[in-house]
């Protein structure tokens, strides 16, 4: 799912992001790494 939106157009919101915190280690630094724009958004 991340992968996807990565590559996809304009802004993706992905929600429930529970399983992607347990399995990825500070995930928006490495994906900003590669030139992605991530933002973590509470409710």
Known sequence: LVV???VAE???V???IY???RGYER????LGA???DVERITD
């Open 4 to 6: 996807a939106a990565l």
């Open 10 to 12: 304009g802004t993706t």
């Open 14 to 16: 992905i929600d429930r």
């Open 19 to 21: 399983h992607i915190d």
């Open 27 to 30: 995930i928006e630094e490495k």
């Open 34 to 36: 590669l030139g992605a």
